[in-house]
C-alpha cells in the first residue's frame, strides 16, 4: 500500500503573487481554540538572590502582579502589533510567573477564544511582553538579564493539535 506523503508546508501569509496578505478565515468554522506560550528570564547569580529576598518587588512595585498586567493587556492588543493578526475575541487569559530554577523565572501565558483562527501569536506575545516586563522592572539591577527562549507550549483547535494547554495559574 502506497503511503501518501504529507502535504508541503506553505507560507500562508502570501498570495499566489507572493504579496503579503491577511489570512481569509471566513470560511473555517468557528471552534473553541487556546495556545499556551512561555519564555524565560534568566538572571545573574547576584540578582536572583536580591530577587528571592525581596519576594520579587521592586522599586517600581510588584514585578509578577505588573508582569501579569502587561502580557494581559499585550494579549488583548496582538492584532495592532503585528500585521496579519486578525482581532479576536478573547474569552480568557492566564499568565502563571514562578521560579524555574534559582535564577530563572518561567512565564507562560495561556489565552482561550471562541474563533475562526488560533490564538498562538496572542499567547507568545502575552509571555514576551510579560518577561519584558520583568526586564524593565528589574534592570536597574543589572543589564545581563536574559529573556528567552520563547515558544510555543501547545494549542488546541483548528486543523491539528500540538504540546500542551498549561492551565497558566490562576
Do not use: N
Not at 101 to 129: D, F, K, P, Q
Amino acid at each position: 500500500m502506497a503511503r501518501s506523503r504529507p502535504s508541503a508546508a506553505v507560507l500562508t501569509h502570501l498570495d499566489a503573487q507572493g504579496q503579503p496578505t491577511m489570512v481569509d478565515v471566513s470560511a473555517k468554522p468557528v471552534t473553541a481554540r487556546a495556545a499556551s506560550a512561555e519564555c524565560r528570564v534568566r538572571f545573574p547569580a547576584a540578582v536572583a538572590a536580591q530577587l528571592h529576598r525581596s519576594g520579587l518587588r521592586s522599586a517600581k512595585g510588584g514585578i509578577v502582579d505588573t508582569a501579569i498586567i502587561a502580557g494581559t493587556m499585550a494579549v488583548k492588543r496582538t492584532h495592532e502589533l503585528i500585521p496579519f493578526c486578525h482581532p479576536l475575541p478573547i474569552d480568557g487569559v492566564r499568565i502563571a510567573i514562578a521560579w524555574h530554577a534559582e535564577r530563572e523565572l518561567r512565564i507562560e501565558c495561556t489565552v482561550r477564544t471562541t474563533h475562526r483562527t488560533g490564538v498562538e501569536m496572542e499567547a507568545l506575545t502575552g509571555a514576551t511582553v510579560a518577561a519584558l516586563t520583568v526586564y524593565d522592572m528589574c534592570k536597574a539591577l543589572s543589564h545581563a538579564i536574559v529573556l528567552g527562549p520563547a515558544r510555543l507550549v501547545g494549542k488546541r483547535g483548528g486543523k491539528r493539535d500540538v504540546g500542551v494547554i498549561g492551565e497558566g495559574g490562576q
